[in-house]
């Protein structure tokens, strides 16, 4: 039932958009019909380009999420096993937290070049706030009884993290990885279209400014099917990870 209701939507959406087409008062060179962004999206996949820029952009989003994953999380528990590490990265977290990813590109290309180390410095950059401030809050928000009665059972403080104090914050940390995966594909497309030389952001770049309209609204939808997959991916990883968290939640929202 629920694919039915998904179903209905697309449909909608895509009546609307050709009504809009049809009726004419958003010029084609603007908002191509959805079966010239289909045929274009299909040019793409037969001439390899999209494949091509596919495999390239998620590699590099994929490497970089790991990335972001173990760095930000590593940091999350070193500042809660040492607090003066969090103390210290309270001030630098808010400093850096609001720069765009458009805004390190040109910096970073000077510095790295336009090669792999640009696109993974830009997704670690961007991507690995949320990861770091929900895994920061959701391992010190851990009920204190709990970590009191691990230690009463001779746990040290490093076992008392893996045994104790993980298990209860990771359903919370695993919110903030669907936003990270999200905002790593995000900043490995505005890199590419800033200061690649292949890959969806590059394509997507060169073909708006040769107007191929039905070709950028292709790419764009491509970016979305992306997303998807990427949300897809870590929703599989998060009920591998914490599977009875997920069944919990979904009996109780029943």
């Not at 990861?131 to 746990?155: E, H, M």
């Not at 594909?185 to 770049?205: D, K, Q, S």
């Not at 939808?221 to 870590?234: H, K, R, S, T």
Request: aromatic share 12%.
């Amino acid at each position: 039932m629920t694919w039915a209701y998904r179903i209905f939507a697309l449909a909608i959406v895509i009546s609307i958009w050709e009504m809009l087409f049809w009726s004419g008062r958003i010029p084609p060179t603007y908002l191509p019909s959805a079966p010239m962004v289909g045929a274009a999206l299909l040019g793409l996949a037969k001439s390899g380009a999209a494949l091509q820029a596919e495999i390239l952009t998620l590699s590099r989003a994929l490497v970089g999420f790991a990335l972001t994953l173990v760095l930000g999380l590593w940091l999350a528990i070193l500042g809660w096993v040492y607090r003066p590490v969090r103390e210290a990265l309270g001030p630098l977290v808010e400093l850096l937290r609001p720069i765009p990813p458009a805004a390190l590109v040109p910096i970073t290309v000077f510095a790295l070049g336009s090669n792999i180390k640009l696109y993974l410095f830009v997704v670690v950059f961007v991507a690995i706030w949320p990861v770091y401030l929900t895994a920061s809050s959701a391992l010190s928000g851990v009920s204190p009884i709990l970590i009191q009665t691990g230690r009463s059972f001779g746990c040290s403080r490093w076992e008392t993290l893996w045994q104790v104090v993980l298990p209860q914050a990771t359903p919370d940390i695993l919110v903030s990885v669907r936003v990270s995966a999200a905002i790593s594909f995000i900043a490995v497309v505005v890199a590419e279209m800033l200061a690649g030389r292949n890959g969806i952001g590059y394509l997507l770049f060169q073909r708006a400014f040769a107007v191929q309209t039905a070709d950028v609204f292709g790419l764009v939808l491509l970016c979305g099917v992306n997303g998807m997959l990427f949300n897809q991916l870590v929703m599989l990883g998060s009920r591998f990870v914490a599977g009875w968290h997920l069944r919990m939640a979904e009996e109780v929202s029943r």
